[in-house]
């Protein structure tokens, strides 16, 4: 199996951060999304949020905001209460989940079963300083514990390079227990702050193609301006080349035939 590595001297690399980047490719949906709720980055309304999902033609927008121990997150009753939250906004399907936040190398989560349950999706991810990085066999323990609990469906940014782990148990652990990996936008780009993760997110990638199993593209977006944004995740998954129908953003009824079976 043929690896391959980002050129340093790429055109993305040299975009303006300032500069949005063109969205152009025909995504259907975007469900790793922050607003005001998440504390942190953001001043972005759920409102605000489906404007820029319906100005970039989603079908459908997933709301993720940062669980409790998240300096600012979440409080437990605003995840209780997004059952009762419009499914339906400008013409834009709506999914209500949370980033989770794993807390320790078993696994655990920031928040408990009975508020993950009625959630459409839930992604776990680490994130300083709410777990200190262990050693890549611990993180990548404390990633596989996430992935055993039923109402976890995305591993984020497991590309971190400040949370080393082993991507092909990861990866082989995520068919198992039918999660997936996303392929974080916000890691790649040139304003990103975990560090190098192209060489991960092109392993991640060739795993994707290898196995045949799916990976999702996440913009992280803390805010409108990133919605539905894919440019640099599209960036490798080209150059890895990883057929469509391994990338679920192309189809909403693929993720949500995913979310299902989970």
Do not use: W
Not at 90 to 100: K, N, P, Q, S, T
């Amino acid at each position: 199996m043929a690896f391959y590595q980002l050129p340093h001297n790429t055109d993305h690399a040299r975009r303006s951060a300032a500069e949005p980047a063109a969205i152009t490719e025909r995504y259907e949906f975007d469900i790793h999304t922050h607003t005001i709720a998440s504390g942190h980055g953001s001043g972005a309304t759920i409102t605000d949020m489906v404007k820029a999902a319906a100005a970039r033609n989603l079908k459908m927008l997933g709301i993720s905001d940062h669980g409790p121990a998240t300096l600012g997150g979440g409080r437990v009753s605003y995840f209780r209460n997004l059952k009762y939250a419009q499914r339906e906004r400008l013409g834009v399907r709506m999914l209500y989940g949370a980033e989770a936040n794993i807390i320790n190398y078993e696994g655990k989560l920031d928040l408990d079963d009975s508020i993950l349950e009625p959630l459409d999706y839930v992604i776990a991810s680490m994130h300083r300083p709410t777990i200190k990085p262990g050693s890549a066999e611990e993180n990548t323990a404390a990633y596989i514990n996430a992935m055993k609990n039923p109402h976890v469906s995305i591993i984020g940014h497991c590309d971190d390079t400040k949370f080393p782990v082993d991507l092909f148990k990861l990866f082989e652990a995520a068919m198992e227990h039918h999660v997936l990996l996303e392929i974080n936008n916000s890691s790649l780009s040139p304003e990103g702050y975990r560090g190098d993760t192209k060489f991960s997110d092109l392993i991640l990638l060739n795993l994707s193609v290898y196995y045949n199993y799916p990976v999702l593209f996440s913009s992280d977006s803390h805010g409108t301006k990133h919605v539905g944004d894919f440019t640099y995740a599209a960036d490798a998954a080209r150059l890895a080349k990883v057929p469509r129908n391994l990338i679920l953003n192309y189809s909403s009824k693929a993720l949500l035939t995913f979310l299902a079976g989970k």
